[in-house]
């Protein structure tokens, strides 16, 4: 029997053939950690898991633990949190352990509760977290928001990316970010931000047609001074 979460008012699904879709794209880790993960219960979670790898995309986040990717001759380990049952008890020495597995650590961060620019305690703790266990990538989402953009010297962080693509009548915001960030071999960062129009209802994602507008709202919440060209912007 299939025994469901009691605590999501809606219950999230993919079709099978959406971790091809991702594989295709060019996607090498999928975060599974966040407030639907266990919708349909935990063995549909470990099919979920089950699925990825067998697409050749590693799972991070809840059971599976860190994921592990290989660019270049760079080992990047992959975290994945749910923050919205509050900051987890053992995140200091996951994220530690974590760390030590590899050369370069990305922590992602999956928060709950209506959208706002503006991120709450759990995950500004849990970005402290990050920043003190060596991450040099950290992000969050989940909140339909996007969220400030900072820099920590070559840390990147990313306090909220908005939505990408999401079949759901329970959100519309429409603004979001794609992140990119190139790592040199001395542990240099260079990072910039593309605005897109989430696709919702079952349309595409695209570049958005009012990147400026996008860009002065993540001014205006706190980012640095974005340098802009077309639909991309760095920092």
């Given amino acids: 029997p299939v025994v469901l979460d009691p605590r999501s008012d809606a219950r999230l699904v993919n079709a099978p053939d959406a971790v091809n879709a991702l594989a295709r794209a060019g996607v090498r880790v999928a975060g599974i950690a966040n407030n639907h993960a266990l919708d349909f219960g935990d063995a549909a979670r470990s099919r979920t898991i089950g699925a990825l790898r067998g697409g050749g995309i590693a799972a991070a986040g ?54 706002s620019y503006l991120p709450g305690a759990a995950l500004r703790s849990a970005v402290e977290c990050a920043v003190s266990s060596g991450a040099i990538v950290i992000v969050a989402h989940g909140s339909h928001s996007v969220g400030p953009l900072e820099r920590r010297g070559d840390v990147v962080i990313a306090w909220g990316l908005g939505n990408l693509a999401f079949d759901c009548d329970c959100t519309d915001e429409r603004e979001a970010i794609v992140l990119e960030v190139a790592i040199d071999p001395v542990g240099r960062t260079t990072a910039s931000v593309v605005a897109v129009e989430a696709g919702l209802d079952g349309e595409p994602a695209r570049t958005a047609p009012d990147a400026d507008g996008i860009f002065d709202l993540l001014e205006a919440i706190g980012s640095p001074r974005l340098a802009r060209q077309g639909c991309r912007a760095f920092f």
């Avoid at 990047?76 to 949190?81: M, N």
């Avoid at 008890?89 to 050369?103: F, I, M, P, V, W």
């Fill in 62 to 115: 809840g059971p599976a633990g860190a994921a592990i990717a290989s660019i270049g001759a760079a080992t990047v380990v992959v975290t994945a949190h749910d923050l919205s049952r509050g900051l987890p008890d053992r995140l200091a020495g996951e994220l530690g352990a974590a760390r030590r597995r590899g050369d370069l650590l990305v922590c992602s961060f999956h928060v709950d509760g209506p959208p």
